[in-house]
């Protein structure tokens, strides 16, 4: 009776996950019956059945997966920064690699720094001239934030120093950037922190002093924050100097010493008309987009790349606001220090070690060539000059020669033969002194002379002919 071939791994076979693999070889699906007998088999085996279900679900996610980085953006506490974060995720999650979710606040007193430390978020906008933190790097800066001061009218301070003691203080919460900015302010001119009375809103009592770090935009309207304070023109816009004292060594010059981050500024007439009629000196600070230290360096290099492509959809809105947003800036004014991703995009250019020394190689092999070109030349007519010495041997010998005959006396011919010798004893010196080269030229005028000896001695000569 024909035995019946069997379908299906062994017992022991379907220990292992190779075991279907293994079957399938032995088996190879010659006919077609075969093929029930395989399913049915894999079917009966649930361990095989789980593993190929797990590897075909591997398979499927890795398969449907959104291969874009996701970076989380925690949302900023101030109405026109969260306004322009929203277009900014909004726009990166459409047009670019990089997918930028918003993350909320966990509550009031959570900063965007704090966020980050908690790592509730990867990335966050902030002012540049928060305090350093030792995990968090500087990705790029991306617009300018311009402090606004608001004074109610009429004034209550007739000086500098006065301006924040003079009554209710409205600077956004703990920690915003102009709340920090007065409380430095106040500590470098020795006035305690209490003496400044910070209100949180401007529902209950307008304050007497309105300072607000924002950029300057369209949407920016002042006059609708200032609705629940009357009528316009209760407050103006408060200069801090006059555009001619910048640089001259007034108190702007010293804010902006004493704080690098910030940097004089000028808000020109017209920007807002019932708030100022005159040109207002105030202090600008960068936005800047800033990171954990552990966002990898490849996904912050990409994020800057797609940032400055996307500068143009971002300008769309507010021109004004991205204008100097550019790829390369000044580190050094950052009060974090860069991501490393930050550094390879500004380093993109640097030139590399073969770049860095290409001309000071190509100078190298210019003189390498030189010099050995040099060196042949130089050798080529120190052998010229040795040769035209042995040419002059030469020429001596066969000198001689001529002026032998065949009918000259036997004195004449051991005459000639003795000065041959001398020719050949003189070579022999030179030679000793390298001025002359061992080589063929050297044997061939060796040869010549032997010769010329060997023709003077003639075979029919007397015995003069062997006594030298």
Aim: with cysteine; aromatic share 6%.
């Amino acid at each position: 009776m024909r035995r019946a071939r069997r379908y299906g791994p062994t017992a022991d076979e379907v220990e292992s996950t190779p075991a279907i693999v293994k079957h399938l070889k032995r088996d190879k699906f010659v006919g077609p019956n075969q093929l029930p007998g395989c399913i049915t088999d894999l079917i009966q085996n649930p361990k095989l059945m789980n593993t190929l279900s797990c590897v075909i679900a591997a398979l499927f996610l890795a398969a449907c997966g959104d291969p874009r980085p996701d970076l989380r953006l925690i949302e900023p506490r101030l109405p026109v920064d969260r306004g322009i974060a929203s277009d900014f995720a909004e726009l990166m999650e459409e047009k670019s690699s990089i997918s930028v979710t918003i993350v909320a606040s966990a509550g009031n007193d959570e900063t965007s720094i704090g966020a980050l430390l908690a790592d509730r978020a990867d990335i966050a906008l902030v002012s540049n001239n928060l305090n350093y933190a030792s995990d968090i790097t500087t990705v790029m800066p991306l617009y300018a934030n311009i402090l606004h001061i608001l004074q109610k009218q009429p004034p209550a301070a007739t000086s500098d120093a006065e301006l924040f003691t003079s009554g209710n203080v409205l600077a956004g919460p703990p920690g915003s950037p102009s709340r920090l900015m007065l409380e430095r302010y106040a500590a470098e001119r020795q006035v305690e922190r209490g003496d400044i009375h910070f209100v949180e809103s401007i529902d209950d009592e307008c304050p007497e002093i309105i300072a607000i770090f924002a950029p300057i935009i369209r949407n920016l309207n002042l006059h609708d924050r200032l609705r629940n304070c009357g009528h316009h023109g209760l407050y103006r816009l408060y200069s801090l100097g006059r555009p001619d004292e910048i640089g001259s060594g007034a108190t702007i010059d010293a804010i902006t010493l004493l704080n690098p981050s910030l940097r004089a500024f000028i808000i020109p007439a017209g920007v807002y008309d019932e708030l100022s009629d005159e040109p207002v000196v105030t202090l600008a600070v960068d936005k800047m987009l800033v990171a954990r230290h552990d966002v990898p360096e490849t996904v912050v290099y990409d994020l800057i790349s797609e940032v400055l492509r996307l500068k143009p959809a971002l300008a769309a809105n507010d021109p004004a606001l991205f204008h100097a947003l550019r790829g390369e800036f000044d580190s050094s004014d950052s009060i974090f220090v860069l991501h490393p991703g930050t550094q390879s995009y500004i380093d993109r250019d640097e030139p590399n070690i073969y770049e860095r020394y290409s001309g000071v190689a190509e100078v190298v092999v210019t003189i390498f060539f030189a010099l050995l070109s040099g060196t042949f030349a130089a050798v080529r007519i120190y052998n010229i000059r040795r040769k035209n010495r042995i040419d002059r041997f030469y020429s001596a010998a066969i000198a001689l020669r001529r002026s032998v005959t065949n009918t000259a006396p036997v004195a004449e011919r051991i005459e000639t033969i003795s000065r041959v010798r001398e020719l050949q004893t003189e070579a022999f010196e030179l030679l000793v002194d390298e001025k002359l080269a061992a080589d063929e030229s050297f044997r061939i005028f060796i040869t010549l002379s032997n010769d010329i000896i060997d023709e003077l001695k003639d075979a029919s000569a007397p015995d003069w002919a062997t006594k030298n």
